[in-house]
């Protein structure tokens, strides 16, 4: 099992770099799963030892989670892609954009010393 895990990283290092960037953000994506995976669980054994009432709550509610997360990814699926199809028009006006307020007075003049 090392010997071929170890020729799959010589491998993995004689490639192309844009393969190694593809796995790189692959195993990125897994570790910071487990991760999330990890801390969930925890979270929620510490919270059921807590308190009681929410456990007997969940009893009655088995998904809350993955329901939870299921609407929310509707939501942010229905932002981006109507963030996508929108056209957008961008109109600059020089006038409204002049970087020091309405009347004041002009800077003096001073000439710089010469030797």
Request: glycine content about 6%.
């Amino acid at each position: 099992m090392t010997h071929r895990l170890r020729i799959f990283l010589e491998t993995l290092r004689a490639s192309s770099e844009s393969r190694k960037r593809r796995w790189t953000a692959g195993l990125s994506a897994v570790s910071m799963a487990l991760v999330f995976t990890l801390w969930l669980v925890t979270f929620q054994a510490n919270v059921g030892v807590l308190d009681p009432a929410a456990q007997a709550e969940e009893e009655e509610r088995p998904n809350a989670f993955f329901g939870t997360f299921k609407a929310g990814s509707v939501v942010l699926w229905g932002a981006i892609s109507s963030a996508i199809g929108r056209e957008r028009e961008v109109t600059i006006e020089r006038d409204e954009f002049t970087f020091t307020p309405k009347n004041t007075p002009a800077a003096p003049i001073y000439e710089l010393p010469t030797e």
